[in-house]
């Protein structure tokens, strides 16, 4: 079992910048991949930034060069710096890992950015 936590999201101006931190515990070893997804107006998740354990890295194409994942494997830690926030970054984001073959969600932190 994996347990995974969001932080710090809020309420930014338009191109503002956020750090969003996820703090995994349970079976932290196992896990293998990473990511951060949101959740906009829409009724799916979208993928923004993905990194394995190798350190490999994926953006989805909307925030590629402003955002970037990075792993903290002393805290157990995944963050995302989110740079030149735009209005429709909006939304929930939710922390991923997988393990194991499992998924495992966080609860989710909101962003908003005020145009």
């Known amino acids: 079992q994996v347990q995974l936590v969001e932080s710090g999201g809020g309420l930014v101006q338009a191109g503002g910048s956020l750090r969003l931190s996820c703090a995994a515990s349970?079976?932290?070893?196992?896990?293998?991949?990473m990511a951060w997804y949101r959740q906009g107006p829409g009724p799916q998740r979208e993928l923004v930034a993905a990194?394995?354990?190798?350190?490999?890295?994926n953006y989805a194409d909307s925030v590629k060069g402003r955002f970037s994942i990075s792993r903290d494997n002393a805290k157990n830690t995944v963050a995302l710096q989110m740079n030149s926030l735009k209005p429709e970054d909006t939304g929930v984001y939710y922390c991923?890992?997988?393990?194991?073959?499992?998924?495992?969600w966080g609860q989710g932190t909101q962003v908003t950015v005020s145009s």
């Open positions: 990194m394995t354990s190798g350190g490999s890295t």
């Open positions: 349970g079976t932290i070893g196992s896990i293998n991949y």
């Open positions: 991923l890992a997988r393990a194991d073959g499992y998924r495992y």
